[in-house]
C-alpha cells in the first residue's frame, strides 16, 4: 500500500524560504500527478500546487511565482519549493494526489510563518 510522509516544515520569518519533502514508499508516483495541499486549524484542506505526469506544474493563484513544486521519480519523492513566506501561508502542508485519495492523507508538516 502506497504511504507519503511529509517532512522539511518548520518556522520561519516572513520573507523566508522552505523546501518541504514528500517521500513515498512505492514509486507508483510516477504515473500519478502529485500535490501539494494545506490546511489551517479549523480551516478546509485546500490545493497548493500539483505536479503531472508529464512535466506540468499548476499552482493556486495565492502562491504563483513563490512556490515551485519538483519531483524525482527515482527517489519517490515530490517537493515544494516555498519562496517569500507569508503569514497567511502558515499551515499543515500535505502531498497527495489529484484529486486526492482519503487513504494517502499523511500527517503533514507544519510550516509557521511570524515574526
Known amino acids: 500500500q502506497l504511504q507519503l510522509v511529509e517532512s522539511g516544515g518548520g518556522s520561519v520569518q516572513p520573507g523566508g524560504s522552505l523546501t518541504l519533502s514528500c517521500s513515498a514508499s512505492?514509486?507508483?508516483?510516477?504515473?500519478?500527478?502529485m500535490a501539494w495541499y494545506r490546511q489551517v486549524p479549523g480551516g478546509q484542506r485546500e490545493w497548493v500546487a500539483s505536479?503531472?505526469?508529464?512535466?506540468?506544474?499548476k499552482y493556486a493563484e495565492f502562491v504563483q511565482g513563490r512556490f515551485t513544486v519538483s519531483r524525482d521519480n527515482n527517489l519517490k519523492k515530490v517537493y515544494l519549493q516555498m519562496n517569500e513566506l507569508k503569514p497567511e501561508d502558515s499551515a499543515i502542508y500535505y502531498c497527495?494526489?489529484?484529486?486526492?485519495?482519503?487513504?494517502?492523507w499523511g500527517q503533514g508538516t507544519q510550516v509557521t510563518v511570524s515574526s
Open positions: 497527495n494526489q489529484r484529486p486526492p485519495l482519503r487513504q494517502l
Open positions: 505536479s503531472g505526469t508529464a512535466g506540468s506544474k
Open positions: 512505492k514509486d507508483i508516483i510516477k504515473y500519478m500527478e
